[in-house]
């Protein structure tokens, strides 16, 4: 009852955000991902669908202005600018080293190129897989403990409420991260040269994610059948987001050349459309496959860390953190 009460406040409170994909999308990815999750995959979360549905933007609401602690926290967890952070070879396996990359690159230009100083933090590079990666590894945990209440005969409702929640935060940055205008400098309106006259109205984020989107009455059973059997079920999963990131950010010019034919005015636009079904597609697979991947995992024991990643003599660890990564 209490889920199903915030559900209903969530749904009330979130149409007057504008960040990530538009509420219609965010929603349909979360729908779509949950009803595809085979029977041998983490299918309690079904009797969450329309908790996790209705809550699918709650996110942007934790970047509000006024609350400007989880603004300052929330903000780049919903982008990926790949272009500001060309330097950093290879992406660390910790946030914090990511942070402090960008830092010392600030100092090293900003007397030579103020102007791309400005934009060397973490604000306007953004944090997404981070973002995705930690809330994966805390559904992993909770869906231990959902077996072992299982295992035990003991009501396994509060560990299958605390997957819920994490699926919503997970459901939101796979579902911005599939948006190609989240995973590029030129999020809202294109930057910098510009020789082939892409517009730089900063509307054309929420024209192609949320009019347009609403437009064409996207729903679930536009791309359920589109989403074929979980994948991802070995190799590293960072490495997987970080690729599942760079090929939505691939299509980001795609999405200014379909702009500029007409500015999104025609819902009835049948490649604007295909972009959609495909982009809201590989949302809901690659949240479904974590979800899926993240269940087989949560079957093994945690694995034995020694010495533990904040131990001074782990091989890896980095003062500069005050731990190992990965």
């Not at 005969?153 to 939101?172: K, M, N, W, Y």
């Not at 517009?199 to 009019?211: K, L, Y």
Request: proline content about 7%.
């Amino acid at each position: 009852m209490r889920l199903a009460c915030y559900a209903t406040i969530v749904a009330i409170a979130l149409p007057s955000m504008a960040h990530g994909w538009g509420g219609t999308a965010h929603t349909v990815i979360d729908r779509a991902a949950i009803e595809a999750i085979p029977a041998d995959g983490p299918s309690f979360l079904r009797k969450y669908e329309d908790y996790i549905g209705q809550s699918a933007s709650l996110p942007d609401s934790w970047r509000g202005n006024a609350e400007n602690f989880a603004k300052i926290e929330e903000d780049p967890n919903h982008g990926w600018f790949r272009e500001q952070f060309t330097f950093v070879k290879p992406i660390p396996r910790s946030r914090y080293e990511f942070v402090i990359a960008l830092y010392k690159h600030y100092e090293t230009i900003k007397d030579s190129d103020p102007a791309t100083a400005a934009r060397t933090n973490v604000r306007w590079t953004g944090t997404l897989p981070y973002a995705a990666i930690e809330a994966f590894d805390r559904i992993v945990v909770c869906m231990r403990q959902i077996r072992k209440a299982q295992a035990e005969h003991r009501d396994a409702s509060v560990p299958e409420q605390h997957c819920a929640f994490d699926t919503i935060r997970l459901g939101h940055y796979i579902g911005d991260g599939a948006q190609p205008l989240h995973d590029s400098v030129n999020s809202d309106g294109w930057r910098g040269p510009n020789p082939k006259g892409y517009t730089t109205d900063r509307s054309i984020h929420g024209r192609f994610e949320s009019s347009f989107v609403d437009g064409m009455k996207l729903s679930v059973a536009d791309i359920a059948p589109r989403i074929g059997a979980p994948g991802h079920r070995d190799g590293d999963m960072f490495n997987s987001v970080l690729a599942f990131l760079d090929a939505a950010g691939d299509k980001m010019e795609t999405v200014y050349k379909l702009e500029k034919r007409d500015g999104f005015a025609n819902p009835a636009d049948t490649a604007v459309r295909e972009m959609i079904y495909t982009q809201t597609t590989a949302g809901a697979t690659m949240l479904r496959d974590m979800l899926c991947r993240a269940w087989e995992e949560s079957a093994q024991p945690p694995a034995k860390v020694d010495p533990s990643p904040i131990d001074f003599n782990n091989p890896n660890f980095n003062p500069e953190t005050g731990s190992a990564p990965d």
